[in-house]
C-alpha cells in the first residue's frame, strides 16, 4: 500500500509539473482580420491573422485559413483535375495533402516541415515534369494542344524522397493551442506558395497584399506608418531570412557559402538584420544582392514598409556594372547601322535575320495567337509572334533564305516559354533541362511548338533545314544565355560572336518578414543534358566563331557574305 501511495504521489508530482509547464509555455494569442488586396485589387475578401504576446507586427496564419487560401490562389473549382488542397490534424501534427496525393506534414512538437516530395507537392497540374517550367495554359477548350507540346520523355523525376525543414533549427517556432495550428505568414509563403507561383504575402499592419514583388510607388503597401520593428519580429526576421537563403539561393554552393548566418557574421551584417531598425536591416539586404551576389538576377525592389520608400541606392556590384557597360555598346553600335533600331525581322540575300532582345509573351493563353487568316495580322507584338511571323517569310513559296541568324546579341532574358518556343522552331524539338539544388531533384523537359498554327506538330514547324546561325555577346543573358547553350549542345547551330553572359537560375521573387520585396537566384538551376549529366549555363557558351567588336556584330551586309564561306 505504501509503495502504491509513493508512486500515486510521484505521478501526481509530473502531472502536477506538466500542468504548471504548459502553462507557463501558454502564450496570449489574439486575431485580426485584414483587407486581403490580390496584386493590388481589393479582393473583398477578409484575411485573419494571429499573433502572440502583444506583438503586433509578426502575424502567424492558421493551418485551416492558409489551406483556403492557396486553394483560392492556385486551385481552379471549374476543373476537377486542378491543384487542391485538404488538411487533416491529430494532436500535435497536421498533415496537408494534395490531388496528387503527396503530403507536407507539419510536426509542432518537432517544428519541422517534413515533404513526402518537397517538388510533388509543389508541382503544379499543367507541369508536364518535376520542373517543367513552361506556365500557359497549352490547350484549347476542345482539348487540342496550343502552341506548345510538352513531354515527360527522358525525364529525370526525384521521387519519393523525403525532405525535412528543421525550422527548430533556426529558432522558428510553431504554436498549436486552444485548438490553433498556428506558423508565421511568412515561412508559409516561403515554402509553400513563393517557390512555385511567384508570389508574396505583404503585410503593413494594416492589409494584406498578395504580390509578385512590390515597387516604391505602390501606395497602399506605404500608406501604413514607419517604424522600428519588435524585437520578436527582428529575430524571426534574421532566422526566416537565414533559413529562406540557406534552402532556396541556387547559388550558395558556387558562392561559397555554408550557411547565411555565418556569412553574414563573416561580414558584419548579423547585428544590423537582427536589430530594430529597418532602415539598417533593408540596407543591408540590398548591399547583400547588389555586392555578394551579383549575379545578376538578384535584384533589390522595394523596402519595407516601415522603412518606406527612401531614396538609398545600393553600389552595383562588377557583374551587373560589366553587363550594363557591354550592353551600352552593343546598343550604341546597332544604332550606328540603325539609327531608327534593328529591324526584328529583315533579310539580306540569302540570309534572314531575327532580332529578340528579351523573350516576352503578351497574352493569358496560347489560344490566342489562333483563328487569324493572315499570320501577319496577329496584334500581339512578342517573341511567340515574332517567329511565327518569320516562319511563314521564310518558308513562303520561292524563298531565298538559306541562312537564319538568331540575334541574342543584346538579350537579357525573359519569359521561358517563349525561350522554349524560339528554340524548338530552330532545332525542331527543345531538350530543356533543370535541377532542384534544394532537393537534389533533376528533369529534363522536351518541347515541340506549332508555329504554322494547324495544331499539328511537325517538320511543317521547324526551320531546322536551314543553315542556323546564332549571335551572342556577354550581354546575351539568362533565356538569353540558355537558348545558345541548349544551341551549342545540340551541335546544329553555329554561334557567332563572344561567351554569353551567363545566368543559370531561374528568378524567385522573394520577401523578409518585415516587407522588403527582393528577387533571388532560384534553386531551379537551366542546365543542359550530356553524357547522362547535369551542366549548369553559369558560365556562359563560348562561340565557334569569334566577333571581335560590337560594330561588327550589325554590319550585316559583311556579316551575311562571312556566313556564306562558313559553309
Not at 499573433?51 to 476543373?79: A, H, R
Request: one cysteine or more; charged letters at 25%.
Amino acid at each position: 500500500m505504501k509503495k502504491l501511495l509513493s508512486i500515486l504521489l510521484v505521478l501526481a508530482m509530473v502531472v502536477s509539473l506538466g500542468v504548471t509547464a504548459f502553462a507557463e509555455d501558454r502564450r496570449e494569442i489574439t486575431s485580426a482580420e485584414f483587407p486581403f488586396y490580390l496584386m493590388g485589387d481589393d479582393s473583398g475578401e477578409k484575411v485573419t491573422l494571429y499573433f502572440l504576446d502583444g506583438v503586433n507586427d509578426l502575424p502567424y496564419v492558421e493551418l485551416n485559413d492558409w489551406m483556403d487560401l492557396l486553394n483560392m490562389i492556385i486551385g481552379d473549382e471549374d476543373d476537377e483535375n486542378g491543384y487542391r488542397l485538404s488538411l487533416e490534424t491529430a494532436g500535435p501534427v497536421a498533415c496537408y495533402t494534395r490531388e496528387n496525393g503527396f503530403t507536407m506534414v507539419i510536426d509542432f512538437d518537432e517544428n519541422i516541415f517534413r515533404f513526402q516530395d518537397y517538388n510533388f507537392f509543389m508541382k503544379l497540374p499543367n507541369m508536364s515534369t518535376l520542373l517543367d517550367f513552361t506556365s500557359k495554359d497549352c490547350f484549347n477548350e476542345a482539348g487540342e494542344p496550343a502552341l506548345i507540346k510538352k513531354s515527360d520523355s527522358y525525364s529525370f523525376d526525384r521521387y519519393g524522397d523525403e525532405l525535412v525543414i528543421r525550422l527548430g533549427d533556426y529558432g522558428i517556432d510553431l504554436i498549436q493551442q486552444e485548438g490553433l495550428y498556428l506558423v508565421p505568414l511568412q515561412t508559409m509563403c516561403d515554402f509553400t506558395l513563393a517557390p512555385n507561383k511567384g508570389f508574396n504575402f505583404f503585410f503593413n499592419g494594416q492589409c494584406v497584399i498578395l504580390a509578385d514583388k512590390l515597387s516604391a510607388s505602390n501606395e497602399l503597401y506605404y500608406s501604413a506608418p514607419t517604424g522600428t520593428r519588435s524585437k520578436a519580429l527582428a529575430e524571426y526576421g534574421y532566422n526566416e531570412l537565414c533559413l529562406m537563403l540557406d534552402s532556396l539561393y541556387g547559388l550558395k554552393e558556387v558562392h561559397g557559402i555554408d550557411s547565411f548566418a555565418q556569412l553574414f557574421e563573416e561580414i558584419g551584417f548579423d547585428e544590423g538584420l537582427r536589430g530594430t531598425d529597418p532602415d539598417l536591416a533593408d540596407r543591408l539586404i540590398y548591399n547583400l544582392i547588389n555586392m555578394y551576389f551579383d549575379d545578376i538576377h538578384s535584384g533589390f525592389r522595394a523596402y519595407s514598409y516601415l522603412t518606406g520608400p527612401i531614396d538609398y541606392d545600393a553600389e552595383k556590384g562588377p557583374s551587373l556594372t560589366g553587363l550594363m557597360e557591354h550592353r551600352n555598346e552593343h546598343m550604341a553600335a546597332r544604332a550606328e547601322q540603325y539609327p531608327d533600331g534593328a529591324p526584328r525581322y529583315e533579310e539580306i540575300g540569302n540570309t534572314a535575320y531575327i532580332t529578340f532582345d528579351h523573350f516576352d509573351i503578351f497574352t493569358g493563353s496560347y489560344n490566342d495567337y489562333y483563328g487569324y487568316e493572315n499570320v501577319q495580322d496577329i496584334p500581339i507584338e512578342d517573341t511567340v509572334s515574332m517567329v511565327i511571323k518569320a516562319h511563314e517569310q521564310i518558308t513562303r513559296e520561292n524563298s531565298p533564305i538559306e541562312n537564319v541568324v538568331i540575334d541574342l546579341s543584346c538579350n537579357t532574358g525573359g519569359t521561358v516559354d517563349a525561350a522554349a518556343y524560339l528554340v524548338a522552331w530552330c532545332l525542331g524539338k527543345a531538350s530543356i533541362s533543370l535541377k532542384d539544388t534544394f532537393t537534389g531533384a533533376m528533369a529534363n523537359t522536351d518541347y515541340w511548338a506549332d508555329v504554322n498554327l494547324d495544331r499539328e506538330f511537325d517538320e511543317r514547324d521547324t526551320i531546322a533545314d536551314k543553315n542556323i546561325f546564332c549571335l551572342i555577346s556577354p550581354v546575351s543573358f539568362s533565356c538569353g544565355n540558355l537558348v545558345p547553350n541548349v544551341f551549342k549542345q545540340s551541335g546544329k547551330v553555329t554561334l557567332l560572336g563572344r561567351t554569353s553572359g551567363g545566368g543559370s537560375c531561374t528568378v524567385l521573387t522573394a520577401s523578409s518578414a518585415w516587407g522588403t520585396s527582393f528577387t533571388i537566384s532560384s534553386q531551379t538551376r537551366m542546365s543542359f543534358l550530356k553524357n547522362g549529366a547535369l551542366y549548369d549555363i553559369d558560365r556562359g557558351a563560348d562561340p565557334d566563331y569569334t566577333i571581335s567588336t560590337p560594330e561588327k556584330y550589325y554590319d550585316r551586309e559583311a556579316l551575311t557574305d562571312y556566313i556564306n564561306t562558313l559553309y
